[in-house]
């Protein structure tokens, strides 16, 4: 994961989900990559079980393909409130919004 992520957004770290989106109109369409074990060790950190945050990264990866980023604070800000939204749907309870 490191690797992509420093290959694909020239960011020397590790990420939970690395979303690359070819969505086109209203149907998405996309590639995402997935670190298990970055996302047990944010679960940990956030007081959720794997699997809460499993979904919330998913949906993190849904949304970049809905046009939402987080490249800056402010946009950080308005995905969390949809992913926190969303979660809502699913019955997942997040116990620490960070």
């Not at 969505?23 to 794997?50: D, G, L, T």
């Not at 949304?63 to 969390?80: F, Q, S, T």
């Amino acid at each position: 994961m490191l690797n992509l992520n420093t290959k694909y957004l020239n960011h020397n770290t590790e990420t939970d989900i690395l979303t690359f989106d070819y969505s086109k109109s209203k149907k998405i369409q996309a590639e995402m990559h997935i670190c298990f074990s970055v996302i047990k060790r944010n679960a940990k950190e956030n007081m959720q079980s794997p699997e809460n945050e499993m979904v919330r990264v998913v949906i993190h990866g849904l949304l970049h393909c809905m046009g939402y980023n987080d490249k800056n604070n402010a946009d950080r800000e308005v995905m969390r409130k949809k992913e926190d939204s969303f979660l809502k749907m699913f019955h997942v309870k997040q116990f620490n919004n960070v």
